[in-house]
């Protein structure tokens, strides 16, 4: 009897052992098929506060390679128009990294427009280190804005 009791407790045990490794399986399968960040990009935005600032003067934003200078390429760019001594900018679709936020207010309305717009003497500027890992809200209030002198 004491035989039969020992296959009977050793199949229960099988059994048990079999559920477990089929839960863990299909658990495991389950989240390896699901890459959280295999197409996801994210947005950037904030205000930009600056008093004594004209209605419709431009800000520009441009994110670029974390380590790169002021002249380098723009990965993503956005620009942002005074209303009132603030602005409201948004950059979409940013890839997750590390990136230098570089901005400057166009205080001469003279900047081009363009991702390769660039600061002149008179214009305020501004910099900051970004790791884009989610949706990030950056604003740039007053204190941060020095005046541009080359």
């Known amino acids: 009897m004491k035989e039969k009791e020992k296959i009977i407790r ?8 079999l559920i477990v490794v089929v839960a863990f ?3 495991s399968t389950s989240c390896d098929d699901v890459d959280e960040n295999s197409d996801e990009t994210f947005t950037l935005s904030g205000t930009v506060t600056k008093s004594g600032i004209n209605d419709g003067v431009k800000a520009y934003m441009k994110l670029v390679s974390k380590g790169g200078g002021m002249t380098a390429e723009a990965l993503y760019s956005t620009d942002a128009t005074f209303s009132g001594g603030t602005a409201t900018y948004t950059g979409t679709n940013i890839e997750e990294g ?3 936020l570089y901005a400057f207010i166009d205080m001469n309305g ?4 363009t991702e390769s717009s660039a600061p002149d003497a008179g214009d305020y500027v501004t910099l900051t280190d970004v ?4 949706d990030k809200t950056l604003d740039a ?3 941060v804005w020095i005046v541009y002198q080359p």
């Open 141 to 143: 209030p007053e204190n």
């Open 25 to 27: 399986s299909f658990i």
């Open 98 to 100: 590390e990136y230098i």
């Open 110 to 113: 003279n900047a081009a427009g």
């Open 10 to 17: 050793e199949n229960r045990f099988f059994k048990v052992l």
């Open 131 to 134: 790791n884009m890992n989610s």
